[in-house]
């Protein structure tokens, strides 16, 4: 009887194995083929979820079709301790394995904010404060000047605060890295400086191949003590950065006494205007070799350049003119 007793447990124990082993077989189908997700998806795993509860949250989202088939793979592949929190995008019929390979990369979802140059540090201020997927306050609006105009990326979650401090790291470093390499006998003593001149070419032209030409003409003028007599300067006197003029500037605007008129004042205005970009800052280091001291709009979007004021009064009244017809045609049209 004993020997037929073993034997028949071992047979139970061949049974048993089979049928486990074949339940893997099954599971592992499952965890490699293709998912029952229809479409792309978004999943935010928390801080702190563990194994089963990210299983959870994947089979409630329909990324997997089985939250227990899910986490036996991922300890049998001994990863459960690997995965990490964050923001994830699930391609559609992504199977187990590939989730899992998604989370164990931390391929969370790239979110990016562009700082365009120009911008005051109260309109950046504004767009990090209105960023979706970033967390906690900005804090207090950082000296004008200070930050970094850049296209950011971040994951959600991410800290608004570390943010602006990561654009004012961006500053520094571009101004560690440029300005040993500035052209000599520029009229600028300190980096801080080139950064005031940098705001004031940024405001003045968005046309890229421009910067080193207006650059030139600020220091032309500045070598030979002239007036800068840039109207975005009078315009920050008036605003001080923090929101639009919401008008055209007016010649009485020009007389108005603000520390940054430069019709009004000599020199450099005590800080600068907006945040500059790398490019002006590099146009003011490394301006063009010119002999201009002035420029006005040309109508095509940028600047008639002059050496003279004669030569420069000429090109002010092609510009007039421009602006006439440009009038005509819009009375013409709203006639119509």
Known sequence: MKPRLVGGVLVVSVVLALIAGGAALVALDRFEREGPLAEDVTVVVPRGANLSAISRLLYQSGVVEDARVFKWGVRLLGL??????????FPAGVSMRGALEILDRGETVARWLTVAEGLTSTEIVALVAAAEG????????????????????YSRDDDRAALIDRMQSGMEVVLA?????????????TPE????????VEKE?????????????????????????????????????KGPLGRALIFRDLDKPTPYNTYTNGGLPPGPIANPGRAAIAAVLNPAQTRYLYFVADGSGGHAFAKSLVEHNKNVAKWRMIQREERRKQKRQNAQ
């Open 134 to 153: 970033l967390s906690g306050e900005p804090g207090p609006v950082p000296p004008e000047g200070s930050l970094l105009p850049e296209t950011y990326h």
């Open 205 to 241: 032209t968005g046309v890229a191949e421009e910067r080193p030409l207006v650059a030139s003409v600020f220091i032309n003028r500045l070598k030979r003590r002239m007036r800068l007599q840039s109207d975005p300067t009078v315009v920050y006197g008036l605003t001080l950065g």
């Open 193 to 200: 400086e080139a950064v005031i001149l940098a705001s004031i």
């Open 80 to 89: 459960a301790h690997d995965l990490k929190a964050g923001e994830y995008a």
């Open 177 to 189: 890295e440029l300005w040993p390499e500035r052209a000599e006998g520029l009229p600028i003593k």
